[in-house]
């Protein structure tokens, strides 16, 4: 299936409910994720792909959403007038996509498009934050994780920019 935007309504038939609850439960982000949140985000979840060269977000429009790559490969890329588009992280299967949906103004800081073909779940970001902000427990056990992601695209950043400017990244 192919889609960019969730339905309005995220009801998952018995079925749907098993395989995200598995698959979220599987994937390296949700990694020891208390059990009992589990039916919190079944609920703001959905299965999603994108064809190879599919945007998936581009920056500047509004964040709502994150994504937990199941397969293929996603490239992070930021564009630069008069030089084009410009790649920043490629990233894949156990990694995730989209963290500008936690913090406002709520916007894409860069653009995303799939590299070959992807399957993810879509996690309906604006709607996490509010369980987060009703349940603090529950937002910081994503907020932890979130900062993992956060700090390792940092990292990878310096690292490129390292290398693009001909020193060596220890």
């Given at each position: ?33 208390p059990e009992q949140?589990?039916?919190t985000l079944v ?128």
């Amino acid at each position: 299936m192919i889609t960019t935007e969730p339905n309005s309504s995220l009801t998952h038939d018995t079925e749907t409910t098993h395989r995200l609850a598995a698959a979220l439960r599987a994937h390296p982000f949700l990694h020891g994720f208390p059990e009992q949140y589990l039916p919190t985000l079944v609920e703001c979840a959905m299965e999603v792909g994108f064809a190879s060269g599919e945007q998936i977000f581009r920056e500047g429009d509004m964040a709502n959403r994150f994504y937990l790559i199941e397969s293929g490969r996603v490239q992070l890329e930021t564009h630069i007038r008069d030089h084009g588009d410009v790649p920043i992280q490629a990233i894949g299967a156990g990694d995730v996509l989209g963290w500008s949906w936690l913090f406002p103004p709520y916007y894409w800081h860069f653009d995303a498009r799939a590299l070959e073909p992807v399957r993810a779940i879509f996690l309906y970001g604006s709607r996490l934050l509010v369980h987060c902000e009703t349940d603090r427990n529950f937002g910081y056990e994503l907020m932890k994780r979130t900062a993992a992601v956060l700090i390792q695209r940092l990292n990878s950043t310096r690292r490129e920019l390292l290398k693009a400017r001909g020193f060596a990244s220890g």
